[in-house]
């Protein structure tokens, strides 16, 4: 993309609203515009980091062997009065009636939906066990949306729903689901730490929230300092074996690690007190396993093998795809903006000229951006005539892992300059070397 003909509305000034960096810097960088309190548009910038978020869920959870569809925003209160969650949820749930004085609302979340197909098309156990997922826009009324994407009323989710004869085989998917979370956020460059929370109103008793650690997070977490050493990492994993699935869910979750909602003040007192921390997070995602409280409010049965009917074990397991951004950038940023992990960064590569117009320099650009397209890599060109401090400022502004600068005076020598974001170091090297150091780190060599 050139930026001249791109459509990156930067902001100089900081924007008074906005409390924390994420949304400081997604308000100046021109990613999000509210359209209402806490409600906003994505612009052009904003958009991409989405969409990749997204498809990394999507990558994930398809690997774990989910089923991708869609269901629609709008619910019809029925459904929601079977489960008993109508009168239940309150005022963050957004209540419509259509001409005909029918009931809807804007789904909070998906349980009773889901629940109503899965119990229309399914009636036997063989078919069993079913994962079906999402990704959708959901709508609650927070009483105090703030921070921006981090606590909106309108906000993107994943959510995914498991169908299941037996606790032991839905404890498994709940496993599952703990796995792939792990990976799904480790490959956006974060470090999220499941933590044993409340059901709130989705239910059960069995629930892990999985945090990153920020000072500006909304929740409370207790946890033991060891925990913050594991990593996933590339290991293979069977998503089909019960006993590697528990083995990662066992070596993630046996130390101390809770939400202010169930924090035992003796249990972590066993904790040596020198790994005792205490701290702030976000919760970027929630697993759920709450047995038959849905297929048995709503008739959700399935013929057992016995040929008898047996109402289904659930769970259901959400990604807050669009908090995502903000956590991001809480995790990585500096004084001058944004720095993007190379999984989730909008464009792969910025690449500056110093001096539009010089016949030599537009024409080294060129070669570059075309050599990376070429590889399948997105570069943003700035094409445009801003000076060289401005257009630096941007790029640093919206955190494009790697910088390549152009200009007539690096050319004369035959380089040009590599900049990473993350360590503010240069390196002058030859443009092929440049472009074949940057399609190293993306795996495109
Ligand atoms: C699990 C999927 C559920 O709703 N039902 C379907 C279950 N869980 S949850 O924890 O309530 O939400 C899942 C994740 O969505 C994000 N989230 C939000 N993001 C932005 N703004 C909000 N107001 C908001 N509320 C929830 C969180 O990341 C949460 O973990």
């Not at 459509?7 to 949304?23: C, D, G, N, R, W």
């Not at 978020?53 to 929601?80: C, F, K, Y």
């Not at 537009?362 to 890599?377: E, H, Q, R, S, V």
Request: glycine share 10%.
């Amino acid at each position: 993309m050139r930026l001249s003909r791109y459509f990156l509305p930067v902001l100089k000034e900081t924007p008074a609203e906005a409390q924390i960096v994420s949304h400081r810097y997604m308000l100046r960088a021109g990613m999000i515009k509210q359209a209402s309190a806490g409600i906003y548009s994505w612009l052009p910038l904003g958009f991409k980091v989405l969409k990749n978020i997204e498809n990394i869920v999507h990558e994930e959870q398809q690997r774990a062997g989910h089923i991708p569809m869609l269901m629609p925003t709008l619910q019809s209160a029925d459904l929601w009065r079977e489960s008993g969650r109508y009168d239940a949820y309150g005022a963050e749930m957004l209540r419509i009636t259509d001409r005909h004085g029918r009931d809807m609302l804007y789904g909070p979340t998906n349980e009773e939906l889901i629940t109503d197909i899965f119990r229309s098309n399914v009636t036997s156990y063989r078919d069993l066990p079913l994962t079906l997922y999402h990704i959708q826009w959901k709508f609650r009324d927070e009483i105090r949306p703030r921070f921006g994407v981090m606590r909106g009323r309108e906000f993107y989710m994943k959510d995914g729903y498991n169908f299941d004869l037996t606790k032991e085989d839905a404890l498994h998917a709940y496993n599952r689901h703990l796995v792939s979370y792990l990976r799904t956020y480790e490959r956006m460059g974060l470090q999220a730490i499941p933590m044993r929370a409340d059901g709130g109103p989705i239910g059960g008793d069995y629930t892990h929230e999985f945090l990153v650690l920020a000072e500006t997070g909304e929740s409370e977490v207790f946890y033991d300092s060891e925990i913050t050493d594991l990593k996933f990492g590339d290991r293979e994993i069977d998503y089909d074996s019960v006993e590697q699935c528990q083995a990662v869910l066992e070596e993630f979750t046996s130390r101390y690690a809770r939400t202010d909602e169930t924090h035992d003040e003796a249990v972590f007192n066993q904790v040596p007190e020198e790994r005792r921390r205490t701290a702030r997070g976000i919760e970027v995602g929630q697993i759920f396993y709450f047995g038959t409280k849905y297929s048995e409010a709503m008739n959700a049965n399935v013929q057992g093998p016995d040929g008898k009917p047996v109402p289904v074990h659930m769970g259901s397991h959400g990604i807050g795809v669009s908090r995502l951004l903000g956590a991001i950038i809480e995790a990585s940023h500096d004084d001058k903006g944004i720095i993007w992990p190379e999984g989730v960064t909008p464009f792969h590569v910025g690449i500056v000229n110093l001096k539009s117009g010089d016949a030599e320099a537009d024409a080294a650009c060129d070669k570059l951006y075309a050599a990376f397209t070429a590889i399948g890599l997105e570069p943003l060109y700035d094409d445009t005539n801003e000076r060289a401090g401005g257009k630096f400022a941007t790029m640093d502004l919206i955190g494009l892992p790697w910088r390549i600068t152009v200009g007539p005076r690096g050319l004369k020598n035959g380089v040009v300059e590599l900049t990473s974001r993350r360590t503010g170091e240069s390196e002058e090297l030859p443009p092929e070397e440049a472009v074949k150091r940057i399609a190293g780190i993306y795996g495109k060599l």
